[in-house]
Structures are given as C-alpha cells and as structure tokens.
C-alpha cells in the first residue's frame, strides 16, 4: 500500500529552527509538495520538489531524497504566526496525491 | 482575484436529505477535486475530475456524487447524508491533472454537521 509518515505534533520555540519530517512509500514517484493548514483553514501550498536537494524559499527551506523515500521541511526564525499543521503530499505514478496525516506544529514564546 | 469558492461554509443537516455544496473556480483549471478532512486521518479524497464530463472516484467516494457539467463547477452531492459523513470538506482545483508540477488551491472549507 501506499504511506506517508509525519509526526503528529512538534513544539518550537519562538525564533528557534525546526525540521519536520516526512517519509514515504508510494507506487512511484512525480514530486512531493508541502503544505501549511491553519486551524479551520485550507491548505496553502509552500513547496514542490521533485529532484534531490535542498530548495530554499525565504524562511522556509525543503528537501528531498528519492533513495531513501524522505523529505524535510525546515523552519527558521520561527514566528508565533508559524503554529499550524504542515501536510506532505506525495505524487503517485498516476499523479495522484498521497496525503500525510500532518504534523501540528505548537510554537511557544 | 484567483480564487476556489465554496457555499455553503457551513451546514448542519438531519440524515437523509439530500444536500448540494457547490464549488467554483475562477482560473480555468482543469483539474478538481473534493476532499474530506477529518481529526488525524489528514486528507482524503472523495471525487476527481481530469476536465468537463469526466470524473472519478477517489479514495472514499461512498455516500457522495459529483458532476462537471462546465469547467468551472464541480458540486458534491450527498443524497441521503449519514452521521458518518460529519466532515469538513475542501474543494480544490489545479491547472492540470496530467502534470505534478502544479499545486492546488483550495476553497475555504465546508464545515457538515449530519444528525
């Protein structure tokens, strides 16, 4: 079958780093996409990888690695406005979207 | 402004009647799709359409109808709701279905309470 794991919940503190994690076993493999969810909102997309590396958008870096089913999504300088759940989603062999379940990050002063 | 549009944004109902939540947007994606959301089971997907008449089942379809009549549309249809379906539903949609490049955007949410 196919699965993505995330850890349910995370807490960070404010300015700190954190790194999200996300694993994955799918009928192949056409990208990975990070969302952000704020409680009762849509999702809003952050990120689209589909080669190895790191890609680095502002605050926010993600990264990939086909060989080994595994993506992060890095958070700096954390804000309190960062507190939302974080969605991996992986792209099957018939572009079809894997979803995580998500992960809550808590941001604390 | 680009945007998903859901109604109604909430809705509590009694199990068995029918009800409609419509779904529009204003990008000229082909692609749609409807979700389910549910505490600790992420996303799950109801209905897709590649573009107009074509639809397809997703991962939960059970319970639930959709129909593209025009590009723009893509209303679920509950015909007989049950207590299991108390969701929150997202609608989203994306330029293309056939390429992975291309993110979704969603509508703000339908919030369904069936008793």
């Known amino acids: 079958g196919q699965n993505i794991d995330q850890p349910t919940e995370m807490t960070a503190t404010e300015g700190a780093i954190v790194q999200i994690n996300c694993t994955y076993q799918?009928?192949?493999?056409?990208?990975l996409f990070w969302y952000q969810q704020h409680a009762g909102e849509a999702p809003t997309f952050l990120s689209y990888?589909?080669l190895d590396g790191l890609e680095e958008k502002g605050r926010f870096s993600s990264f990939l690695s086909r060989s080994k089913g595994y993506s992060y999504l890095l958070l700096k300088e954390l804000q309190m406005k960062d507190s939302a759940s974080y969605l991996c989603?992986?792209?099957?062999?018939?572009?079809?979207?894997?979803w995580g379940a998500g992960t809550k990050l808590i941001i604390k002063p | 402004e680009a945007q998903v549009t859901q109604n109604p944004r909430y809705l509590i109902t009694v199990t068995g009647k029918k009800l409609t939540v419509t779904c529009s947007q204003n990008?000229?994606?082909?692609?749609m799709s409807w979700y389910r959301q549910d505490p600790g089971l992420g996303l799950r997907q109801i209905y897709y359409?590649?573009?107009?008449?074509?639809?397809d089942k997703g991962d939960v379809p059970e319970g639930y109808k959709v129909s593209r009549k025009e590009k723009r549309n893509f209303p679920l249809i509950l015909e007989s709701p049950s207590p299991n379906q108390t969701s929150l539903y997202f609608c989203?949609?994306?330029?293309?279905?056939?390429?992975?490049?291309?993110?979704?955007?969603f509508g703000p949410g339908t919030r369904l309470t069936v008793t």
């Open positions: 989203a949609s994306s330029l293309t279905g056939t390429s992975a490049a291309y993110e979704q955007y």
């Open positions: 990008m000229n994606h082909e692609y």
């Open positions: 359409s590649m573009n107009v008449e074509v639809t």
């Open positions: 799918t009928s192949g493999f056409n990208g």
């Open positions: 990888n589909v």
């Open positions: 989603a992986v792209v099957d062999s018939n572009y079809q979207l894997i």
